[in-house]
C-alpha cells in the first residue's frame, strides 16, 4: 500500500526540482489534473502535453515555490495528501503560503488522475464516494 504514497512523493519530488519530464514519466499518458475549483484556470488538464503546459505556465508565476505533503493517506487505489506550498510570486515577489489537498489515482504503478480540494475533508469526502 504506501507504494502509491512513494510514487506521488516521488511525482512532488520532481516537480519541486522543475524535472518534468520525470514528473511526467510518473503519469500515465492520458493522465488528468483537476486543479481546486476556485483556481482562475479550473478545468481538467487531459494528457502530459496539457499537463506539462499548465504546470510550465504555474510554475512561471513563482519565482520559488516548494511544495510539502503532509500526513499521506492510501485508500485502495488513491492516495489523499495535504499539501502546503511555499513560494514567492515572480512579479510581486509577495511571499506565499497555501494549503489544499490532493486526491491521486493510481492504476499498475502509475498516476492516472489528480484532483484538488480545498480542505482534507473535501478530500475524502471525494475518496468515499457518493
Given at each position: 500500500?504506501q ?7 516521488g511525482?512532488?519530488q520532481?516537480?519541486?526540482?522543475g524535472d518534468?519530464d520525470a514528473?511526467?514519466?510518473?503519469m500515465?499518458p492520458d493522465?488528468?489534473w483537476t486543479p481546486?475549483?476556485t483556481?482562475?484556470v479550473?478545468?481538467?488538464y ?8 499548465y504546470?510550465?505556465d ?8 516548494r511544495?510539502e ?5 492510501q485508500?485502495a487505489?488513491?492516495v489523499v495528501?495535504?499539501?502546503r506550498?511555499?513560494?514567492r510570486?515572480r512579479?510581486?515577489?509577495v511571499?506565499?503560503?497555501t494549503?489544499?489537498c ?18 482534507r475533508?473535501q478530500?475524502l469526502a471525494?475518496?468515499?464516494?457518493p
Amino acid at each position: 500500500m504506501q507504494q502509491g504514497v512513494e510514487l506521488v512523493r516521488g511525482i512532488i519530488q520532481a516537480l519541486n526540482r522543475g524535472d518534468l519530464d520525470a514528473m511526467l514519466g510518473h503519469m500515465h499518458p492520458d493522465f488528468e489534473w483537476t486543479p481546486l475549483e476556485t483556481s482562475p484556470v479550473a478545468r481538467v488538464y487531459r494528457g502530459r502535453a496539457q499537463v506539462r503546459r499548465y504546470v510550465e505556465d504555474w510554475l512561471g508565476t513563482f519565482e520559488s515555490l516548494r511544495l510539502e505533503l503532509e500526513d499521506p493517506t492510501q485508500v485502495a487505489d488513491r492516495v489523499v495528501v495535504e499539501v502546503r506550498g511555499h513560494g514567492r510570486g515572480r512579479a510581486s515577489g509577495v511571499e506565499l503560503e497555501t494549503r489544499f489537498c490532493q486526491v491521486w489515482t493510481l492504476r499498475e504503478g502509475t498516476a492516472v488522475a489528480m484532483e484538488e480540494h480545498a480542505t482534507r475533508e473535501q478530500a475524502l469526502a471525494n475518496v468515499a464516494g457518493p
